[in-house]
């Protein structure tokens, strides 16, 4: 397999730099300050998605409920 030098130094400079910037924003952070940052990313993730579920289902029976209405009012 012949792979170009050129694509090869150019993926490796890219995986060199997202490293630095990720590394940059972790390092500096303690374990507990992960821990909590991504427990409450979970926590909200877990709490919007059952609320997003009820109004989409809440506002999808409002059309249908609409229509029944003004069918019984003519």
Partial sequence: MNHDPHVVDR????AEIFDEVVNGFFEPMGWT??????????AGILLVYPL???YRVQHAEEPALNARLHRQDH
């Fill in 52 to 54: 997003l579920s009820v």
């Fill in 11 to 14: 993926a490796r400079v890219i």
């Fill in 33 to 42: 300050a992960l821990i909590f940052t991504l427990m409450s990313a979970s």
